[in-house]
């Protein structure tokens, strides 16, 4: 029973911090470029924040699929 909860705990660090790289990098930024909160207009071009966003991407889903491999031991 030890064993099950360690697993649950180790699975759920990584999902957790995909969660926060998608608030930190995808939402927080989307929102302020929205209501203009952060001159994010002035000194970002567009295709910058693709980028940006596209990186962000790429770690949420690496960490999302790591918590996923987690408790099945690499199934």
């Given amino acids: 029973m030890l ?3 360690r697993t649950k705990l180790l699975a759920n660090a990584p999902d957790r911090a995909s969660t926060a790289c998608f608030t930190a990098g ?38 999302h699929y790591l918590a996923r491999r987690v408790p099945g031991g690499g199934r």
Wanted: aromatic share 12%.
């Fill in 26 to 63: 995808i939402a927080t930024p989307l929102a302020g470029y929205i209501c203009n909160i952060s001159n994010l207009r002035e000194n970002l071009s567009v295709w910058l924040m693709f980028i940006a966003a596209l990186g962000w991407c790429t770690a949420c889903f690496a960490l």
């Fill in 3 to 5: 064993h099950n909860e």
